[in-house]
């Protein structure tokens, strides 16, 4: 059906709707009045009682206000007057109209007091121009490599006041206090000895949950539909660039200075990355996915484009493309949250034929294919499609370590195993009425935690590039505790924390192709910095300790995060 005949449908509808609720209005006003002045009385009142949304609509006093009019303590009231210009008595009928109309201008009332609520309380976050070059003094500087010494009485100069062709934020000056010198310009900031990092990098996480486990986790799929319906209104969207932005913030304040959604509903995240990009919010670094691509009813279908064949697959790249999104995320396998059977989850689910076309359409694009995968088999046929990066993974069998390492298929000729054990430590350890998931999606938990776990052994006793992310938005999952996936890495290999942190940072830059200008403390990098009260060497908690965070040169002297209540303490699995 063409585009044209599409609209004439739907006005033609709205048509029809709008002549039987007339008549049905109609046959109401003879019954209760029995005259043809009732009747063109009540069709008029319809349209004259609009005005009752005076004065219930104004925001912050309406509602107290129309109280005091239904009282009649201002001499008059909206109803009555309505009535007397309508030439219509009382009845039940106007009485309805009137409560109606005054019940959804209160519920608009409540929206706009949000939306300046929301406003008010997020001017704070509105981005401004640093006022100041930085001098960061007195600290101790770990600066995101594998093997470099600890910088001891370091200082660090940002310059965030530049010429017209300059871009402020970088890092212009790194070392001792013996080999710095500071100019009069910049302001020193003098952190008595504290550690300061990289910010952290998340490369796996989505933005629309904060990880509270709720009993969305185990609604039906038609009820879940419903729910996106819901979101992909006008309204809907607000909504979830509110939850985005407030989740963001969380993770920026808690030492997350970039992120990687690996896809998150309608575009919303895109809307929320342009925002951050243009100066008009301060917030962590984002690269998005836009909307994942999956199979029919396969894992994540209700928020991504379903693609059932080549063509569709093709399209559903083209259209992520047009979107300007930063990487492709596809679902090639079932997944734990949508499985409803044990064992579903890590099953293969596109074909390698149609993994292929994704990679190849956006390999053409420039851009670098990550895919849902649980299984060993779901990594075989991954690989031989050529995905740059395999999300969660499962057990790595021997034979499939050289195509890991060398594969002419994927973007740069490697793939990236991110074993996110985060993900499913919360729902595969806690009882599931504490997680709130279904008893199907318990046990498969359990299944998919394990494969991460040996995948992330595999992956760091051959030297495979690994990608640290946690998956934040899942159950247990929290969008502040990205610093933990580091202490589970050292629980799980003999890795040190020194790898850990370069894992976390300068590693996922150069995974996710931002190592350029972030990820490790470097001349000519933007200033993305956490610091810590202790040294992170020694005990990797203190990353969950941080006292400021710095974002392109803007400084959080105080950065807040915004805790989840009452949660059970997670007590990793043995493997």
């Known amino acids: 059906m063409s585009e044209n005949n599409k609209n004439s449908e739907f006005k033609l509808t709205c048509l029809l709707s709008m002549l039987i609720f007339i008549i049905f209005i109609a046959l109401l006003a003879w019954i209760t009045y029995g005259t043809y002045e009732g009747i063109f009385g009540t069709l008029a009142y319809l349209i004259v009682g609009i005005l009752n949304f005076y004065p219930w609509i104004i925001p912050f006093v309406g509602i107290p206000l129309g109280i005091l009019d239904v009282l009649g303590i201002f001499g008059f009231k909206m109803y009555n007057l309505t009535l007397n210009i309508s030439h219509l008595n009382s009845s039940w009928l106007p009485a309805i109209w009137f409560w109606f109309v005054s019940i959804i201008a209160s519920l608009i009332n409540i929206f706009l007091m949000y939306l300046i609520i929301s406003w008010l309380s997020g001017s704070k976050n509105k981005k401004k121009e640093p006022k100041t070059n930085l001098a960061i003094v007195n600290c101790n500087i770990i600066d995101g490599n594998k093997d470099s010494k600890i910088i001891s009485k370091g200082v660090i100069l940002i310059k965030n006041l530049t010429e017209k062709e300059e871009i402020p934020g970088k890092i212009v000056g790194i070392g001792t206090e013996n080999e710095i010198q500071i100019p009069n310009d910049y302001k020193e900031i003098d952190l008595k000895g504290a550690y300061v990092l990289p910010g952290l990098i998340n490369s796996h996480c989505h933005l629309i949950g904060s990880g509270k486990p709720t009993k969305l986790m185990k609604l039906s799929d038609k009820s879940m539909k419903r729910i996106f319906k819901f979101l992909a209104t006008p309204f809907g969207k607000i909504i979830l660039f509110k939850l985005m932005k407030k989740n963001v913030l969380n993770a920026l304040n808690s030492g997350v200075t970039t992120m990687r959604s690996m896809s998150d509903p309608l575009y919303v995240d895109l809307k929320l990355r342009d925002k951050i990009n243009k100066g008009k919010i301060i917030g962590p670094r984002l690269l998005c996915a836009g909307k994942g691509i999956c199979i029919t009813r396969g894992h994540g279908w209700v928020n991504a484009f379903v693609a059932d064949s080549i063509p569709e697959i093709r399209k559903a790249v083209r259209q992520n493309l047009r979107m300007k999104v930063d990487h492709i995320k596809i679902l090639s396998t079932g997944g734990v949250m949508d499985a409803r059977k044990v064992g579903e989850a890590g099953r293969p689910q596109m074909t390698t034929e149609e993994i292929e076309t994704a990679c190849f359409e956006a390999h053409r694009g420039g851009l670098l294919v990550a895919t849902h995968c649980e299984s060993t088999e779901g990594i075989r046929e991954v690989l031989k499609g050529g995905v740059d990066s395999i999300e969660h ?183």
């Open 393 to 575: 993974a499962a057990e790595i069998t021997d034979d499939l370590v050289p195509l890991i390492r060398n594969n002419s298929k994927t973007l740069r000729g490697y793939t990236v195993i991110a074993p996110t054990i985060s993900a499913g430590m919360g729902m595969a350890v806690l009882p599931k009425e504490e997680t709130k998931i279904t008893k199907e999606s318990f046990e498969n938990a359990k299944l998919i935690e394990k494969g991460m776990i040996l995948a992330l052994q595999k992956a760091y006793k051959e030297n495979l590039r690994i990608s640290c992310g946690t998956d934040a938005s899942v159950p247990y999952s929290l969008q502040y505790e990205f610093w933990k996936e580091l202490k589970y890495y050292l629980k799980y290999t003999e890795m040190t924390p020194q790898e850990a942190i370069y894992y976390a940072t300068k590693g996922n830059a150069e995974n996710i192709g931002i190592d350029e200008f972030t990820g490790s403390i470097e001349n000519g990098k933007f200033a993305d910095l956490i610091v810590v009260p202790g040294n992170p060497l020694e005990e990797i908690d203190y990353l969950g300790q941080v006292i400021k965070v710095i974002i392109q040169g803007h400084l959080i002297k105080n950065p807040k995060v915004k805790k989840i209540k009452k949660l059970k303490e997670i007590i990793p699995i043995e493997v």
